[in-house]
């Protein structure tokens, strides 16, 4: 715990130096590279050298990486299986898989925060504090995937196409439910607004079991990964008592859409394209969560929208910062004072090692 207590607050505290000019006493536009490099490198290092953390850590993970390098066929995705084998090829063990998949993951993350948050202090601080983080030490080939994913979003903003979709099958490479990601490019078109969102959770919750069996059966169609999982999980009371959900992020994600309306109704703002868009996944992500209820395998798929809040919740408060949007000081200082209230309630007081997939921080 103290551990970790001391990574997130030196993290923190460097991402703090790479925005603020403390001589002039005002935020930086742009961060200084420097500092913002050495607060990635901090939680990256202390994440690539972690010894069995994580419920997939041995059973999975050091078990495949030994049996690609004995000769044998692998259940992993090509891009993962490759990766393997080059760190085989110069002689590693399975800790450089941890390593280097942990680097990238977070090389990746950081830079979607500095290219596309605005605000990388936010983006930072939710990176940390939300679920993301801790599902990276467990899903190891999923977080890879999605933090692709967070840097492939401004090609879908611009109508580049192709380049998504190249980036979507790159994701894929480390773990196939990616793939699914392909058809929400439409979404960058949606204008959504509080009466079809309501709509939408009410579909979702109504008629969840009938969307789940229909959303299931196009997913075991696109991937592999899909239909082994599907193949052992089943339609019964998984909702949040099993592992099935990141609590964290799901909180998270709904205040921050719930933020979003708000600015959008009592406030002149015009958000731009890509900020819209991100908030259209986000919802996504929260509608996937609540199916979860009926398959607990859309908790994995849920990951790939809910991470996407890292850089959606920050780009929005820093389009707040420069218009006119009244009490948006309250509403961000009680955000954040939010993310650490769940954080500490769910990973510290109720040690809630059962609902997110890995082991709980406090408990190392």
């Known amino acids: 715990m103290i551990f970790y207590s001391c990574l997130f607050f030196v993290s923190v505290f460097f991402a703090f130096l790479s925005v603020c000019d403390?001589?002039?006493?005002?935020?930086?536009?742009?961060?200084?590279?420097?500092?913002?490099?050495?607060?990635?490198?901090?939680?990256?290092?202390?994440?690539?050298?972690?010894?069995?953390?994580?419920?997939?850590?041995?059973?999975i993970y050091v078990k495949g990486y030994n049996e690609i390098q004995a000769g044998f066929a692998s259940r992993f995705e090509l891009g993962f299986v490759t990766l393997c084998r080059l760190l085989i090829l110069f002689g590693l063990d399975y800790h450089s898989m941890f390593f280097v998949t942990s680097f990238l993951t977070v090389f990746l993350v950081?830079?979607?925060?500095?290219?596309?948050?605005?605000?990388?202090?936010?983006?930072?601080?939710?990176?940390l504090f939300g679920g993301f983080l801790f599902f990276?030490?467990?899903?190891?080939?999923?977080?890879?995937?999605a933090a692709i994913l967070l840097n492939a979003l401004p090609f879908a903003t611009r109508g580049?196409?192709?380049?998504?979709?190249?980036?979507v099958l790159a994701a894929s490479l480390f773990h196939s439910t990616a793939l699914l990601?392909?058809?929400?490019?439409?979404?960058?078109?949606?204008?959504?607004?509080?009466l079809k969102s309501f709509f939408t959770f009410v579909c979702a919750i109504v008629f969840g079991g009938a969307i789940s069996s229909a959303l299931l059966?196009?997913?075991?169609?696109?991937?592999?990964?899909?239909?082994?999982?599907?193949?052992?999980?089943?339609?019964s009371n998984q909702f949040l008592s099993s592992g099935n959900m990141d609590v964290a992020d799901l909180l998270i994600c709904s205040i921050g859409l719930a933020i979003f309306f708000w600015v959008k109704n009592v406030s002149s703002i015009t958000?731009?394209?890509?900020?819209?868009?991100?908030?259209?996944?986000?919802?996504?992500?929260?509608?996937?969560?609540?199916?979860?209820?009926y398959v607990m395998l859309f908790s994995r798929i849920a990951v790939y929208f809910t991470s996407i809040c890292i850089i959606a919740i920050p780009r929005l408060f820093c389009s707040c910062d420069r218009g006119t949007c009244p009490s948006i000081l309250i509403v961000k200082s009680l955000y954040a004072m939010f993310v650490i209230i769940v954080f500490?309630?769910?990973?510290?007081?109720?040690?809630?090692?059962?609902?997110?997939?890995?082991?709980?921080?406090?408990?190392?």
């Open 22 to 59: 403390l001589k002039q006493r005002r935020t930086l536009k742009q961060p200084r590279l420097g500092f913002f490099v050495l607060s990635g490198l901090t939680v990256a290092i202390a994440f690539g050298i972690r010894e069995g953390f994580g419920t997939d850590y041995y059973d």
């Open 110 to 127: 950081y830079r979607a925060i500095y290219s596309q948050s605005l605000g990388p202090i936010w983006g930072v601080y939710i990176f």
């Open 271 to 293: 958000l731009d394209r890509h900020t819209i868009f991100l908030f259209n996944l986000l919802m996504v992500g929260v509608v996937v969560c609540v199916l979860s209820k």
């Open 217 to 235: 059966s196009f997913g075991i169609a696109v991937s592999p990964q899909i239909a082994r999982y599907a193949s052992v999980e089943h339609l």
């Open 181 to 194: 990601f392909i058809p929400l490019v439409v979404l960058r078109g949606w204008r959504p607004d509080s």
């Open 344 to 364: 500490i309630y769910l990973y510290g007081i109720l040690n809630f090692s059962h609902v997110v997939p890995y082991m709980c921080v406090f408990s190392h």
């Open 160 to 167: 580049d196409t192709v380049k998504f979709c190249i980036a």
């Open 136 to 145: 990276s030490s467990n899903g190891i080939r999923q977080a890879l995937a």
